[in-house]
Every structure is written in structure tokens, then in C-alpha cells.
């Protein structure tokens, strides 16, 4: 098992509540930190897991399970901002 760092960024989430809080830590087993950033809500992990997918899985289920009305519009890595990063280098393309 390895320690994975990634975030989650939700819809339906305006603001953050004791009751959101308090439904999403324990629906993730607490390896989360909450926070709204210019209104969008953001979900950060450190996660075990055997691979990133099977970690970001796993959280995508347990909050959009959590039946608090957050939906998950986009997971963020830096594994996979590097990856991304590697490709368009090798593709020639300068901006990601």
C-alpha cells in the first residue's frame, strides 16, 4: 500500500457546514481536509491505497455516497499534472 495525494473538486456544495463537514469525514474515514476556494469547493485527500485509481475510486464513491448533495466535476494530482506535463513535452505542445 502507498500514500496518494489528490483532490476532488465538487458541485453542489455552497458552503461549508458542521453537517457537510461532519458527513463527508466520516463517510471518508477522515482522510480529507474541506475547503471552499472562490466558491468551489475543494476535497483533498491522502489516501493508502494499492494505485491512484483504485484511491480516487474509492473517494469518488464514498462522497457522492455520502448523500450530501456533492457531486464530483473533476479529480486534480500532481502525478498526473507531471504525467500531463511529460506528454506535451514529447508532442511539442507548450501549454497545458
Known amino acids: 500500500m502507498k500514500t496518494f495525494r489528490f483532490s476532488l473538486v465538487l458541485s453542489g456544495v455552497a458552503e461549508i457546514t458542521p453537517a457537510l463537514s461532519d458527513a463527508l469525514y466520516e463517510a471518508t474515514g477522515g482522510d480529507i481536509e474541506l475547503s471552499l ?3 468551489v469547493a ?3 485527500f491522502e489516501r493508502m491505497a494499492s ?3 483504485q484511491a480516487i475510486e474509492s473517494a469518488i464513491r464514498e ?3 455520502a448523500s450530501v448533495g456533492a457531486r464530483v466535476v473533476r479529480v486534480e ?4 499534472n ?3 506535463k511529460i506528454n506535451a513535452d514529447l508532442l511539442g505542445v507548450t501549454s497545458i
Not at 494530482?77 to 498526473?80: G, L, M, V
Open 77 to 80: 494530482s500532481d502525478a498526473a
Open 42 to 44: 475543494l476535497l483533498e
Open 37 to 39: 476556494r472562490d466558491g
Open 63 to 65: 462522497v457522492e455516497g
Open 82 to 84: 507531471v504525467i500531463a
Open 51 to 53: 494505485s491512484l485509481k
